[in-house]
């Protein structure tokens, strides 16, 4: 049911053997996500250590490309790193050592954190090289790592104060690093954040004008809003990590209960499955014993793949079921005991008592996808971290290099592809094995940075319908404008005031049924003689190639072009781009199932066809047919179509067209 039908329609590859399968739309939407969460304050990407694991090149470009204003590493050379994949946005590394090549770092355009004896260092470099240091003064409020403590502050800042007047630094920014933000309540937390306040003033009063104030982590930004003062946490800029890549780092709440969608998912495929009798021993110390006659599949992942040793009874999904680790696990591989599986609920809870069956007529064979962790109803890297006495962020950190990371990326960006990710052979299919970089990202299109980003927060429908009314006068023929979000996120509100603004044919609904259709300009209208409306939903197109049986080329000179779900599909189309994210409130994903049945939008179509419409002139408003889909729409999109919450819009222009910042 649901999107997963859809993938059946995807040439599927062979799925690899191994590997961390990370999924860039997943970084993308909570990039989105993470930025709406912080009330649209900037966000500084955190991809140290090869970004949490997940490989620092590709999640930089997307979080990028998501509206990231900067990244953050701990390391000069991990910036330096970034720089040569071709990365010039603004990097910032904080923790240095007596080796660290300031030089390199000026050189490079590396922001700094300074707060102690790198200070000196850094002014050495600026002497040096003649370049500029920029700069973040770090206050330790408490954690007790580096920073320079509230006594040592005054003397940094008057430093800092008379190196920036010689021109050899920039102060950009003042931050600090919180120590229990994971446990919301804690009196400290107010205490490090007033106590940066406190800082911040006497930077000030030194005469230092920091733009960017941060202290946000992961935790901190998303227990913000139990503060009294949410704002003293948020300040100018959050410094995020863990939730770019869809985890949680609370105990007691899952990613999805804030809209974030875990991005790894660690895979192989079963590479033995044999009868055991009773009282069979399992791994190294033979720790484990079967309790009866058996079959055990073995999992080519082990330590050596960053497999945490200690984690047995941590769970493993093959097919609809879920098995635990049985025994030692070694340094290449682990065994699950096929008489202790259980069924997974559509919550991804396994239900009820292990499934003795297979014992005797196992379920799992050679080649058969198990899935170690990853999105939706798969085991999450909490349950992995929990069975090994760690934390998710140590989980995913260590997979090791000898699990070759594997990158996809969906066709659209938000919520909805949670439904995609839950089938673990459609992640496989979804895989790139023989080339482990996102194929938009290699030829750097999709993943450039946006001129500029602009966040608006509508109240209703109706405010929706206004902005995009406003924007209209603001698009020419040849413009292409792309919409991403949820289903009822706002796209056809959205769209509709567009239709309003550039004066074409109304009866704008969905174009889900006939994937793209032309709202002619009304000589009546307010833009006489004005470009058409193209809309399109790329949602059932699942490439940029498929997008070429569609012939948009054909119209976009003469018309704007709004298309939905087009992500990694259009933007060939053109050089340049509006791309609008819809974000609603509230972080709730839509249950499995509540996506769109491929097999009936197929049928329609089909219905579309035989009226003879053509799919560019689907003709709304006359007709049997044009009325069936209309009601086909309200029942997929439901009650919930465009509802009227509040919702957050997220506009940013890419290329050329888009150069100066749009004012709605
Ligand atoms: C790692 C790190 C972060 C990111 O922390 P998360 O909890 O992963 O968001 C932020 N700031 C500093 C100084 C860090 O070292």
């Not at 007529?361 to 349950?383: K, R």
């Amino acid at each position: 049911m649901g999107s997963v039908s859809v993938m059946t329609s995807w040439q599927p590859q062979e799925p690899s053997e191994r590997s961390a399968v990370v999924d860039l739309s997943a970084v993308w939407h909570n990039v989105v996500r993470l930025t709406q969460l912080a009330r649209g304050r900037k966000l500084i990407a955190v991809v140290k250590a090869d970004a949490y694991g997940h490989g620092a090149p590709e999640v930089a470009r997307t979080a990028l490309a998501a509206g990231a204003h900067m990244l953050g590493t701990a390391h000069v050379s991990e910036a330096v790193a970034l720089r040569n994949a071709g990365i010039t946005a603004p990097v910032i590394a904080w923790l240095h050592t007596m080796s660290t090549d300031f030089d390199e770092a000026l050189h490079r355009d590396v922001r700094l954190g300074v707060s102690g004896w790198e200070f000196d260092a850094v002014l050495q470099a600026a002497r040096r090289t003649g370049v500029t240091a920029v700069v973040h003064l770090k206050l330790d409020s408490g954690l007790g790592r580096n920073g320079a403590t509230p006594r040592q502050w005054p003397d940094l800042v008057e430093r800092a104060a008379r190196a920036q007047q010689e021109g050899l630094l920039t102060v950009e920014g003042v931050f600090t690093h919180l120590a229990v933000a994971d446990e919301p309540g804690r009196p400290e937390t107010q205490e490090q954040l007033d106590a940066l306040t406190e800082a911040v003033r006497t930077a000030r009063r030194a005469g230092l004008t920091p733009s960017l104030v941060h202290a946000a982590n992961t935790p901190g930004l998303l227990s913000a809003d139990q503060l009294a003062d949410p704002d003293s946490m948020l300040r100018d800029a959050v410094r995020v990590g863990l939730g770019i890549y869809g985890l949680s780092p609370f105990e007691d709440r899952t990613p999805e209960e804030f809209g974030l969608i875990p991005a790894m998912t660690l895979r192989a495929r079963v590479a033995n499955v044999k009868a055991v009798p009773r009282d069979s021993g399992v791994s190294y110390g033979l720790s484990y014993r079967t309790a009866r006659d058996t079959h055990l599949a073995l999992i080519p992942l082990g330590y050596a793949d960053g497999v945490p040793r200690v984690a047995t009874g941590a769970p493993v999904r093959i097919g609809g079921r879920v098995y635990p680790v049985v025994g030692r696990i070694a340094m290449d591989q682990c065994v699950v005991d096929l008489a202790l599986g259980r069924t997974v609920t559509p919550e991804g809870v396994p239900a009820g008592e292990p499934v003795v069956d297979e014992a005797v007529d196992p379920l799992v064979h050679v080649g058969d996808e198990a899935v170690l962790f990853g999105a939706g109803d798969h085991p999450s890297v909490t349950e992995w971290a929990n069975a090994a006495g760690t934390i998710n962020y140590e989980v995913v950190t260590r997979i090791s290099p000898r699990v070759p990371r594997e990158y996809t990326s969906h066709s659209h960006l938000t919520l909805g592809d949670v439904t995609v990710s839950r089938s673990a052979s459609a992640l496989a299919a979804h895989s790139l094995p023989q080339d482990p970089r996102p194929t938009r990202a290699s030829d750097g299109e999709a993943f450039e940075q946006p001129n500029w980003t602009l966040t608006l927060h509508p109240g209703s429908a109706e405010d929706t319908q206004r902005i995009a009314e406003r924007l209209a006068p603001h698009l020419h023929a040849g413009d292409l404008v792309m919409l991403n979000g949820e289903l009822g996120a706002g796209k056809t509100t959205f769209t509709q005031g567009l239709g309003r603004g550039l004066g074409v044919r109304e009866g704008i609904i969905s174009p889900t049924f006939v994937l793209s259709r032309r709202h002619p300009n009304l000589p009546d209208g307010p833009r006489p003689g004005g470009p058409d409306l193209v809309h399109v939903d790329a949602y059932r197109l699942d490439t940029a190639a498929d997008v070429d049986t569609i012939d948009l080329e054909d119209t976009l000179d003469t018309c704007v072009t709004v298309v939905e779900w087009g992500t990694s599909k259009v933007e060939h189309l053109s050089g340049s781009r509006l791309v609008v994210d819809f974000v609603r409130p509230q972080g709730v994903l839509p249950a499995a199932g509540e996506h769109p049945a491929a097999p009936t939008l197929a049928y329609q179509r089909h219905a579309g066809d035989v009226d003879g419409d053509d799919n560019h002139d689907g003709d709304v408003g006359d007709g049997a047919v044009a009325q069936a889909l209309q009601a086909l729409t309200d029942e997929w999109e439901g009650e919930e179509q465009d509802g009227d919450e509040p919702r957050t819009l997220i506009l940013r222009g890419y290329g050329p067209r888009w150069s100066d910042r749009l004012d709605l």
